[in-house]
């Protein structure tokens, strides 16, 4: 892996590159195996929180990993096209706008001690307008080479918190193109449900049950590039105790397993309908 500046990682994306790359700064990663009509991303995969926050924040380091999206790279890491951040979503949230990608509060909580600066705001701003900078030239360039793409946007979810049975699986789709596209939300949905996995868990899927895809990735995607799907994608944090802090790694790997034939399965269907 190298460590490459934003307009590095750009150029090599226009010249069709292949690289592993973490950004100078080591807020995000890429990885370009070959370039295919399908990307994975794992936004909300980082934990980093920069020292210079630590004694402001209120929020213990258990409480931030608690939000987080642990292991969602983990899950995708076996396709040839994969975008996951590095940081924290409480430093700079890369799923919200940058308006509000920096949180005040968090899940009902004060974030701060103290009002962040104005420099701090700035720095954490810059890395949240890099990375799209970057996912900008990706799905550019896979969508002129391609005409068509598809873009997977992993996610966890707390479970536990909620008072109904929910899914193991959720897909959001209240803002993509749901009559030109159903059949593939469908039929990515059926699939995620025939996920075997152990220690007994069901894989049980459904749409727009526990969130409907209101995620700025998905929107920033959908609304630069006509010809993308987003599928955001949540798994319920079954694959850990949410509790303890503790993942099972066990499930991780056969969510990991099957995502690396079903996936790709399910892009390659994607392409051979909508290829221009």
């Known amino acids: 892996m190298q460590r490459l500046s934003i307009e590095k990682i750009i150029q090599k994306i226009e010249n069709e590159e292949t690289f592993h790359a973490v950004s100078k700064d080591y807020s995000f990663t890429i990885k370009i195996d070959e370039y295919v009509h399908y990307a994975c991303g794992a936004v909300h995969d980082g934990h980093q929180f920069r020292k210079e926050l630590w004694e402001n924040c209120l929020h213990t380091e258990y409480e931030r990993w608690f939000e987080e999206d642990p292991e969602t790279k983990e899950m995708i890491k076996s396709h040839p096209i994969v975008i996951a951040g590095c940081d924290s979503r409480f430093e700079y949230d890369l799923n919200r706008a940058p308006e509000t990608a920096i949180y005040e509060d968090a899940w009902g909580k004060q974030l701060w001690k103290n009002p962040l600066p104005k420099e ?116 319920a944090k079954v694959y850990c105790d949410e509790l303890s802090q503790v993942i099972y790694p066990e499930v991780v790997a056969a969510v990991e397993k099957y995502l690396k034939t079903e996936l790709k399965k399910h892009a390659d269907a994607f392409y051979k309908v909508h290829k221009l």
């Open 120 to 235: 701090m705001h700035a720095k954490s701003l810059e890395k949240h307008a890099n990375f799209y900078k970057v996912v900008h030239a990706l799905i550019s360039k896979l969508e002129d080479k391609f005409g068509v793409c598809i873009v997977y946007d992993m996610h966890s979810y707390n479970w536990r918190r909620w008072t109904r049975e929910v899914p193991t699986w959720n897909l959001g789709t209240t803002n993509v193109d749901n009559k030109r596209f159903g059949s593939e939300i469908e039929s990515w949905r059926a699939s995620l449900a025939k996920m075997n996995l152990p220690k007994q868990i069901k894989s049980t899927s459904k749409i727009n049950d526990t969130f409907q895809g209101n995620g700025y990735f998905l929107k920033y995607i959908t609304h630069n590039f006509k010809n993308t799907l987003v599928l955001a994608t949540e798994i």
